[in-house]
């Protein structure tokens, strides 16, 4: 985080919704072929990640020239999921 914030960049952090909860619900039963969501699906999340670019579009009236997509953990196979499916256009 201070690497982007040293260099000029604003930072913001999307926390998908249940995640991190799953196996505690017993909603994964296999965790090497789940995608750790409750649908199966990490099409699940395109609808957060919209709406997180277009909220983040609208935080202190800044228009972005760009957005930089970085994951970590489960939020790796979900934004590479998002990125083959509707493309960098958004970034």
Known sequence: ???FLENGYDLY???????GQCRK????KDPFTNSHVKTGSCDSY?????????????INNKT???????????GSPILL??????????F
Do not use: C, P, Q, R
């Open 25 to 28: 619900k017993g909603w994964v």
């Open 81 to 90: 999921n998002y990125l083959m499916a509707k493309g960098d256009g958004a």
């Open 1 to 3: 985080a201070f690497f």
């Open 64 to 74: 972005y020239e760009t957005f930089l997509g970085y994951a970590h953990s489960t």
């Open 46 to 58: 395109f609808s957060d990640i919209d709406g997180s670019l277009t909220a983040i579009g609208k």
């Open 13 to 19: 952090v999307l926390n998908y919704k249940l995640n």
